[in-house]
Structures are given as C-alpha cells and as structure tokens.
C-alpha cells in the first residue's frame, strides 16, 4: 500500500487542487499488490473551512484533525497512523501530475535497494513559472555533500520506503521550520537518494503563509540542523564539511544580527563560529 500524507494548516484555498491530484493519480487505477492506497489529510488545527473541504470528496479521503502543533508534528502524526509500505507527503499548496506515483512506483518496484526517489519539478512562484538556480540541481546517489549547502529534499516530490524512517527517525517537532533539510541531512547519510529526471510536481510558492516567510534568518534553524548532524556516524569528509557549512551559516547570521543591533545573538553565533572553525 501506499499512504500518501497531506499536512495542511489554514490552506482551504489550496487543499482542493492538492487533494484533487492525488486523487486523479493514474497509478490508482492499476490492480494487484502495489496499487492499493490511502490518502491522510493530517489538518493542524485550521479554522478556515479545511474540514468542509475535504468532507466534500468523500470516505475516501481520511480527515484527521489535531490541535496546532507545526508542520513536523503532523508529518509525524500521519506516519503513526500510517498503514503503507510507501510512504509520500504532499505540501497542500503542491500539485502532483497525473503519472507522479506511477513513474516512481517502477522505479522503486525495479530497484528494491532504493529506499527513496524524488523527481524534478515545475516552480510557480505567484502564478508564473519560476526557473530554479544552478544551485538548486538535483543529483542521484550518495549526496551528503550537496545537501549540506542547501535542501535538495523535495518532500512533495519524495517517495520513500517506510522503514528507511524507522532507520533515520521522524520529523525534528523542535524545528519550526526546515525540518525537510534535517530530514535531509539524516537521510543522506544513511541511504542514496535516487533522482527522476520527469518533473512530475509542481511547487507553487510566493503566497505569505509559507514557513519562509514567517521566520527571518531560516540558517538559524539549518544551523541546529547543522549541529545534530555532528553526532552522525560522518567520516572525517563529512564532518569538515559539516563543520565548514555551521561557521558560514552562523557568519550570515552573525552579519545579520549586526545591522539589527541584536548583541545576544551575536554572541551566540560568533561563540558558535568559534567552536567549529576550522
């Protein structure tokens, strides 16, 4: 079975279209093991009507409502009340295409080594396409290196096995935001992550609600990211790099912290920069 995951929060505008993707997923219509599937609406406290909407499809869309607790805690409700081998997230103001789950579902049925694949996708940044940066290239394989920079783990675009999370743990509940880049780092170290040349997703981003927004200086939360992935079984190549990606994060930060005047921070960050300078 797969479980696909959809943790909303105050996002009734978008969770239509979202939930509606799923839905129309090609590989749904297939028979036998491996097209059997649930789809888990994990709302985090809305009060905007999120209810009403997913009542209107139906019994077979399963709607489960908690009181706020962020976006990890939900990631990590729906995987308690998960029941497929496969697990695949989706952003509620993300769209799949209609072969998403189809393509992967051959990759990962062909290459049962792979405990998880991700595709390319499609940006739309308010309402126009949006052509990613050179720094946003996917890669296949042991990528520790380069997810250590930046994210490049597209929870929307990911379908994982789900025993690889009883290996690398859930989602960090202490993380406000970027728990896809800790999530990244551990799943990096741990496994390859095998990337799909089709974009088969598209991000739609730009809209004031999103984590991105709501937070100044997200490196603040990378950094302690940053600073769990130390106690990893890393070797000594990994470790440097770790180390040398906490003392640039925390030199942005520091600079940041400057020009609001923010002395405690500053601290804290040139302290950091101390403890892990090369």
């Known amino acids: 079975m797969i479980t696909v995951i959809i943790p909303t929060y105050n996002r009734a505008s978008f969770l239509k279209e979202a939930i509606s993707s799923v839905l129309a997923q090609d590989h749904f219509s297939g028979k036998g093991p491996g097209h059997d599937w649930e789809l888990l609406i994990i709302d985090d406290g809305s009060d905007d009507g999120t209810r ?26 729906g995987l308690r009340l998960a029941r497929g081998t496969f697990i695949a997230y989706l952003d509620s103001d993300d769209l799949w295409k209609k072969e998403k789950l189809r393509f992967q579902m051959e990759f990962m049925e ?6 998880v694949c991700c595709t390319e ?13 050179k720094k946003h290239q996917k890669y296949s394989g042991w990528i520790f290196d380069k997810v250590v920079p930046l994210c490049l783990l597209s929870l929307s675009s990911a379908l994982f096995r789900r025993s690889v ?19 990244g780092l551990r799943l990096a170290q741990k496994t390859p992550i ?28 990378r950094v302690r990211a940053l600073e769990k992935a130390l106690s990893l079984s890393l070797s000594s190549e990994q470790e440097r790099l770790v180390r040398a990606e906490i003392v640039k994060k925390s030199r942005i930060l520091l600079a ?20 892990y300078e090369l």
């Open 52 to 77: 009403d909407v997913v009542r209107a499809f139906g019994d077979r869309v399963h709607y489960v409502y908690r009181e706020h607790g962020g976006v990890s805690a939900a990631r990590n409700a």
């Open 110 to 115: 062909a290459h049962p080594e792979a405990n």
């Open 121 to 133: 996708e499609i940006w739309i940044r308010n309402g126009r396409r949006h052509n990613p940066m």
């Open 165 to 183: 999370f009883e290996e690398i743990g859930n989602f960090d509940e202490d993380l406000p935001a970027c728990e896809d880049y800790d999530l």
């Open 194 to 221: 095998y990337f799909l040349k089709e974009p088969l997703i598209i991000k739609r981003g730009g809209h004031p609600d999103q984590l991105s927004h709501r937070y100044w200086g997200m490196d603040r939360f």
């Open 256 to 275: 940041g912290f400057l020009k609001r005047g923010n002395q405690e921070a500053m601290r804290k960050y040139l302290a950091i920069i101390e403890k």
